[in-house]
């Protein structure tokens, strides 16, 4: 059982923390300060983690695809072109391993999901989200997350999902949507609801433990004004992300990158 | 009595916000949503507010440069020309007053401190932060904030303080220091050690009256998990801010940008 995340957006958004809360260990490490006479990457570079975990008793293979450096630069013209490559050689190892004539022992690297971080500024999508989400939209899952959504009140948090929302239809943007099959019971059909008008997900991330001031033990963020806790959900969306990502939608994030987005990538490399 | 502030930072980072708080009054209105379909700005804008206003007894002709659009380009080089044209503009129009044989009735537009926001990413400057200080430095006095300082802990926010210094001190990247004075008194002089210790200030900004739970009514940000307040120097450094602008050392950015920025501008364009 292979899971393929990409991870995308601009440094200090918390993309190295939200991996480490999804699936609860380190997998990616903190973040050695940078010295300030080192060199400042000129353009995205692609890191790779990878560990056997094991998630309600399913054992899966993980793959984590940082992408560090993207949306850093001044100049960040086809600054994801590096991205793009990373995906399309994923397809087309996928492409050479199905003309084998014997196949053994290959293991699907193809990218299942793109954890896509915007910035939590409270207006609109930027014109790099924009540009990079339709770069990438036909090739990938797209699940976009509102970053370090403990920025944001719970009011700014509603009315930026209605102009992200606003944005990526008017942009045409293809977001993961799950399905809802008609055979499904009432309550996983309200429950599917629940997920759906949540999107996009704000999310906090932490693996931190804290006590909060009733007492209890939780991961979260500890502020002088109150704590934060990941897995509370009146205090952001990140049980709904780990429910799509990992507990119910994670076979269809596989099947539609197999069935679907793969299918494409594959008729449009063989009629060029 | 001139008061000229330049305000730059990436969008979202609550400037139009903090320049409300420190005045206590609507300067900037809320920025309309914007339409999917609306075009992005090509570059930074420059947009003037002026008010007349009246701080600690004392009437001042305030001006707020805004400059909508900086850092939001995918392609953000010599973005901030736009930016340093604008303070020049206001040197050789001080410049052409001194030069009149009469003068009567000239404001001072001459630009006494620029308020730079840097993004709370929690790691360090930005190529981007890096380039525009180094490109304005000479020419204002800067005071640089972290901005939406609430989505830092209060280690974030120390070791992020810390990262900056650094970069600020390696980048040789001149930052307004207020003076001491050996004839200040103990008090004075710890007061002032209090507020250059905390440099730069990392801030939080709201003109919006909340409730705290022990029944105060604040200046604040109401999350689900507790109460920022703004004037609280426990939980930001708003009123260090407000004192350096406004209360103890405006007197200073005033005759620093015209005792020797605006003579070296004056030097360098004589001596061309
Ligand atoms: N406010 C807030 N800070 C966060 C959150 N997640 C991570 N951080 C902090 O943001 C900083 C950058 O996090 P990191 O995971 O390294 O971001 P990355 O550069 O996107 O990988 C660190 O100081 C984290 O502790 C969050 O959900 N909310
Ligand atoms: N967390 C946080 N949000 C803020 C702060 N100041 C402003 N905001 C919010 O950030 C969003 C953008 O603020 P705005 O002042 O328009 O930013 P500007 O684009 O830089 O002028 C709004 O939703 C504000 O309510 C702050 O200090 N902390």
Not at 61 to 69: E, F, M, Y
Not at 178 to 190: A, G, I, R, S, V
Request: hydrophobic letters at 35%; glycine letters at 6%.
């Amino acid at each position: 059982f292979n899971l393929n995340l990409l991870v995308v957006g601009e440094a200090g958004l918390g993309k190295s923390t939200l991996i480490n809360t999804l699936f609860n260990r380190e997998l990616i490490g903190p973040q050695p300060p940078r010295d300030p006479a080192e060199e400042r990457p000129s353009s995205v570079t692609i890191h790779t983690v990878e560990s056997d975990i094991e998630e309600n008793g399913v054992k899966l293979h993980l793959t984590v695809v940082n992408t560090p450096g993207f949306g850093e630069q001044i100049n960040n013209t086809q600054a994801w072109q590096p991205i793009i490559d990373e995906v399309n050689s994923r397809f087309d190892s996928y492409l050479e391993y199905e003309n084998k004539v014997s196949r053994s022992g290959y293991i699907d690297s193809r990218i299942h999901a793109c954890l896509y971080f915007i910035e939590p500024t409270g207006h609109s999508l930027k014109p790099l989200d924009i540009e990079f989400l339709k770069a990438i939209h036909k090739k990938v899952n797209i699940i976009p997350v509102i970053a370090k959504s403990d920025t944001l009140t719970e009011q700014e948090v509603e009315e930026f999902k209605q102009r992200i929302n606003d944005d990526i239809k008017f942009q045409g943007i293809e977001i993961f949507e799950p399905k809802l099959y008609n055979d499904d019971d009432e309550e996983t059909t309200q429950a599917y609801h629940n997920l759906i008008s949540r999107l996009p997900f704000a999310i906090v991330g932490s693996t931190t433990e804290i006590q909060t001031p009733d007492g209890r033990t939780v991961r979260g963020r500890q502020y002088p004004w109150g704590v934060i806790e990941v897995d509370n959900e009146d205090h952001n969306d990140f049980v709904k992300l780990r429910q799509l990502v990992i507990r119910n939608f994670m076979e269809e994030l596989r099947e539609k990158t197999s069935n679907v987005l793969y299918e494409n990538y594959r008729s449009e490399k063989l009629l060029r």
